[in-house]
């Protein structure tokens, strides 16, 4: 099984600001904590960073036909792109959201996502622990579905 872990802009500052909303760890932890969560599970992963929403729309483009999930934390593009939810449903595979601070409870327009309506499923407010989450809810879906 082969998954694709794409975080959105500022993500890579992770751990430098806002540590109350986004946790202490920084953006290398992440990475750390998401390929350990795949190599667990016999997932080969691959990750992507962007500021930059045609690059992301890219990346996503490029796993077609070669990446069985994409886990994806959009960030900002979140609640303003529908560039990245077309290219989610254009390339047909199956997609978690996942956001590590709890969009519900912050900003009226953090509440908007415009990549939920695409993906097979949506996590927030559960920091690192929400990637493992998606990877697991993936390797799930896929196996039920015969993929090894
Ligand atoms: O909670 C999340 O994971 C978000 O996707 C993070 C985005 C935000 O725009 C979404 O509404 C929710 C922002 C990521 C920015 O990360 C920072 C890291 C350090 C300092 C400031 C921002």
Redesign the pocket.
């Given at each position: 099984m082969k998954f694709l872990i794409i975080n959105?802009?500022?993500?890579?500052?992770?751990?430098?600001?806002?540590?109350g909303?986004?946790g202490k760890q920084d953006?290398t932890a992440l990475i750390a904590y998401v390929e350990t969560v795949c190599a667990e599970n016999g997932i080969d992963c691959e990750t992507y960073q962007s500021n930059h929403e045609g690059d992301i729309v890219d990346r996503i483009q490029a796993a077609y036909g070669n990446t069985d999930g994409i886990v994806i934390?959009?960030?900002?593009?979140?609640?303003t792109s529908v560039a990245i939810p077309d290219a989610i449903k254009a390339v047909s595979i199956p997609t978690v959201e996942?956001?590590?601070?709890?969009?519900s409870a912050?900003?009226a327009?953090?509440k908007i996502s415009y990549v939920s309506p695409v993906a097979v499923k949506t996590i927030?407010?559960k920091g690192f622990t929400?990637y493992q989450e998606a990877i697991l809810y993936l390797k799930t879906l896929l196996a039920d579905n015969g993929r090894k």
């Open positions: 959105g802009p500022n993500l890579n500052f992770l751990g430098i600001r806002e540590p909303i986004y953006f934390n959009p960030a900002a593009y979140t609640h996942v956001h590590l601070s709890d969009i912050r900003e327009f953090r927030y407010g929400g």
